[in-house]
């Protein structure tokens, strides 16, 4: 079992907004976040996480932007993708 940061989760919701432009839950975004950790066990392979979004209370959205114009820490997209 995998758990992850409150910290993670809003950081995560910022990158991907940053570079995806898409809002999503944090619920869903949960699994990009361990997927992080797990870079060099996943590296070459298909992973698939569904998203969605619109279920982010006010405070959260506010906190997740003050973080979207914010030095990105880590790309979501491997260093090989272009």
Not at 19 to 29: F, G, Q
Not at 40 to 67: C, D, F, Q
Request: proline fraction near 6%; charged fraction near 30%.
């Amino acid at each position: 079992m995998y758990t992850v940061t409150e910290e993670a989760i809003v950081e995560t919701v910022a990158r991907v907004f940053r570079e995806e432009r898409v809002l999503i839950e944090s619920a869903c975004v949960s699994p990009c976040a361990i997927l992080d950790s797990l870079r060099e066990e996943v590296a070459g392979k298909t992973v698939a996480i569904p998203v969605t979004g619109r279920n982010l209370p006010r405070p959260k959205v506010v906190r997740v932007m003050s973080r979207v114009s914010a030095p990105e820490s880590r790309s979501l997209h491997s260093e090989r993708e272009v």
